[in-house]
């Protein structure tokens, strides 16, 4: 079964603005991470917060976790058209080895 | 120049075969990992890894196997009983169990 959830399941957005999508998860977690996903490619490493943190910054990008909610946010600023992708979180459960996927939310910036 | 490399690209099975896709990292990573993703669909878990000639079952194992003989290398083999093998598989590494995963470019598998 699936830890994490995203929601939206699509988002379509203009070139300049924010894309924000959350994730929920069920169990307690060591980590929980975000991935992104071109059309037909591997995976690309974006995130990775720790239960014991709050927010994350990386570039563009903004990661909250709130453990009381069991659910994080990404937040992408000032979308440009290079960042139309799949998004995905992923958990590392609190005594686990391995990370849960998610179903992931399809982003599509329009120029 | 150090990641991990999956081939083929495209594969593709006739009836009763059993394939393998290969897969090879020279990150110095001790665990490595399968996926499988279907159309519009996250990734589910396959077979993982953590230690050479250590390897145990993910959440869809069955119609699969795995072998770990080396660090560097990982491969799957679908078997003639996985009746739905059509997806598109990842393969990927970690230091450990819990931190960030490399992901390779994918195999996707054609059932003719």
């Known amino acids: 079964s699936q830890q994490g959830e995203e929601d939206p399941q699509a988002l379509s957005i203009q070139e300049g603005e924010n894309a924000t999508m959350n994730c929920s998860y069920k169990t307690s977690i060591n980590n929980l991470q975000w991935y992104r996903q071109n059309s037909g490619r591997g995976l690309v490493h974006l995130i990775l917060?720790?239960?014991?943190?709050r927010e994350k910054h990386s570039g563009r990008l903004r990661v909250t976790l709130d453990t009381s909610k069991k659910s994080s946010s990404l937040l992408i600023t000032a979308s440009r058209a290079a960042d139309t992708a799949s998004y995905f979180c992923?958990?590392?459960?609190?005594?686990?080895?391995?990370?849960?996927f998610g179903g992931g939310t399809r982003v599509l910036v329009k120029p | 120049d150090g990641g991990i490399t999956q081939s083929p690209k495209y594969l593709f099975r006739k009836e009763g075969q059993n394939v393998t896709l290969s897969c090879e990292q020279n990150l110095n990573h001790d665990a490595m990992y399968w996926y499988r993703q279907d159309p519009g669909q996250g990734l589910r878990l396959i077979y993982y890894?953590?230690?050479?000639?250590?390897?145990q079952k993910g959440d869809i194992a069955e119609g699969y196997s795995v072998s770990r003989e080396k660090k560097e290398s990982f491969p799957l083999t679908v078997t003639s009983a996985q009746k739905n093998p059509t997806a598109f598989y990842l393969c990927?590494?970690?230091?450990?169990?819990?931190?960030?995963?490399?992901f390779g470019p994918g195999t996707r598998l054609l059932v003719l």
């Open positions: 890894s953590q230690i050479v000639n250590d390897f």
């Open positions: 990927a590494s970690s230091l450990d169990r819990v931190e960030t995963q490399y």
């Open positions: 992923a958990t590392v459960r609190a005594a686990g080895n391995k990370l849960t």
């Open positions: 917060i720790r239960s014991n943190e």
